[in-house]
Antibody
Framework: EVQLVESGGALVQAGGSLRLSCAAS????????MNWVRQAPGKGLEWVGL??????????EYAASVKGRFTISRDDSKNSLYLQMNSLKTEDTAVYYC??????????WGQGTLVTVSS | QSALTQPASVSGSPGQSITISCTGT?????????VSWYQQHPGKAPKLMIY???NRPSGVSDRFSGSKSGNTASLTISGLQAEDEADYYC???????????FGSGTKVTVL
């Protein structure tokens, strides 16, 4: 079964840092681009960023709202995706989902992990 | 990058058909056939329902169908059922520096 499981969500103060993880199983992780998407409480989905695979030099793309503060990385040997979040702001409060990029569609998604940034 | 425009809510009675629109621009929906639709029940992760405008993943009911005309994509749910009550989001690949843009979301209510 293809599965993604996020972890690492927590309550953190504004200006702080947090690292989220996403463990993948049931598919050849190294063969796919991977994305992070977030959803603020009661709001819609917002694409955060993606990391390409080794053959594409692990290049990354980010939404303007997080560029320069967030860094996406991956460890193909551990089938894991990461999101390093620095200089956190209250508006970063959200459920963060990892999602496999399957030829321009996101499928599947993990169950999400909640990040709360307090002032 | 602005979100794609969706109606905030759509409702219908069991058995009826409803259509949700998703309006983008010539930088996303209008130029790429990479439009997807996601269903999200409260407290759950989004689930892919339609990809590449009109394709259904294995396991998704054929009551769900997608289409596109110009800058607007649409999701139609026919034979509406209670379990279809959820939030629905469209998404499109975009030529901007971001990869994906999402719609604002539509709450579907089964009366």
């Amino acid at each position: 079964e293809v599965q993604l499981v996020e972890s690492g969500g927590a309550l953190v103060q504004a200006g702080g840092s947090l690292r989220l993880s996403c463990a993948a199983s049931g598919f050849t992780f190294r063969g796919y681009f991977m994305n992070w998407v977030r959803q603020a409480p009661g709001k819609g989905l917002e694409w955060v960023g993606l990391i390409r695979k080794k053959g594409d030099s692990y290049t990354t793309e980010y939404a303007a709202s997080v560029k320069g503060r967030f860094t996406i990385s991956r460890d193909d040997s551990k089938n894991s995706l990461y999101l390093q979040m620095n200089s956190l702001k209250t508006e970063d409060t959200a459920v963060y989902y990892c999602a496999r990029d399957n030829d321009y569609r996101l499928d599947p998604w993990g169950q999400g992990t909640l990040v709360t940034v307090s002032s | 990058q602005s979100a794609l425009t969706q109606p905030a809510s759509v409702s219908g009675s069991p058995g009826q058909s409803i259509t949700i629109s998703c309006t983008g621009t010539s930088s996303d929906v209008g130029v790429y056939n990479y439009v997807s639709w996601y269903q999200q029940h409260p407290g759950k992760a989004p689930k892919l329902m339609i990809y590449d405008v009109f394709n259904r993943p294995s396991g998704v009911s054929d009551r769900f169908s997608g289409s596109k005309s110009g800058n607007t994509a649409s999701l139609t749910i026919s034979g509406l059922q209670a379990e279809d009550e959820a939030d629905y989001y469209c998404s499109s690949y975009t030529r901007s520096s971001t990869r994906y843009v999402f719609g604002s979301g539509t709450k579907v209510t089964v009366l």
